[in-house]
């Protein structure tokens, strides 16, 4: 028999896979609970509704994609790097993320163990600044979103062919994203 925590843990798990696949709108209560093997009456005595099981799948979804990825003041563009891997080992993170905002949802801050991720992220950008590594020219917030979007490239991209299981293409494609981030950092001359 399981325990309260286990229990809740396969009911994230489920909805996560069905949030992930139908959205808010699209995902169905009854499939996430018999996916976790649970009734209904389980599911909402532990999440309230729908909407609230969504909120917090999103924002579990929205710490761990955050704990995987670490901007270090002395290796920013690998951040870049680490953006890459997650969104390619992990779409349901992206996935999440996309669905809320097509859902209309405001995302709050994230938060890796309990910790705004910006305040640090913008701390070490500044940082790197300081010490010579980053162009100043950059606001690091703006800086930060654009690392974001180089590391989410390919996830987001509409070419058919952007998916794929090539590993030459797959080490090929991060090199590229972290090079640009090298590029772009780099202070002027």
Same mark, same amino acid.
């Given at each position: ?5 286990? @229990? ?21 209560? *009854? ?7 649970? /009734? ?6 532990? =999440?309230? %509704?729908?909407?609230?099981? =969504? ?5 579990? *979804?929205?710490?761990? =994609?955050?704990?995987? &990825?670490? @901007?270090?003041?002395?290796? &920013?563009?690998?951040?870049?790097? *680490?953006?890459? *891997?997650? #969104? ?11 669905? #809320? ?6 995302? %709050? ?36 979103? @654009? ?32 090079? #640009?981030? /090298? ?7």
């Amino acid at each position: 028999m399981r325990n309260r925590t286990e @229990l809740r843990g396969e009911i994230l798990a489920a909805a996560r896979a069905e949030f992930a696949q139908y959205g808010l709108a699209g995902a169905r209560i *009854d499939r996430i609970a018999r996916n976790a093997q649970a /009734s209904k009456e389980r599911l909402y005595a532990h =999440f309230g %509704d729908k909407e609230a099981l =969504f909120r917090e799948v999103v924002a579990d *979804d929205n710490a761990e =994609f955050f704990r995987a &990825i670490n @901007l270090r003041r002395k290796n &920013i563009p690998e951040f870049v790097g *680490d953006v890459y *891997d997650v #969104a390619r080992n992990r779409p349901e993170h992206l996935r999440m993320i996309t669905w #809320a905002r097509l859902e209309g949802f405001t995302l %709050d801050e994230p938060e890796a163990d309990g910790q705004p991720v910006f305040a640090d992220t913008i701390e070490a950008i500044r940082a790197a600044q300081a010490a010579g590594d980053v162009d100043p020219w950059w606001e690091p917030a703006d800086l930060i979103v @654009l690392l974001l979007g180089m590391g989410l490239a390919w996830a987001n991209s509409p070419d058919p062919h952007s998916a794929t299981g090539d590993g030459t293409v797959i080490a090929r494609r991060r090199a590229a994203a972290i090079e #640009a981030a /090298s590029r772009i950092i780099a202070t002027r001359r």
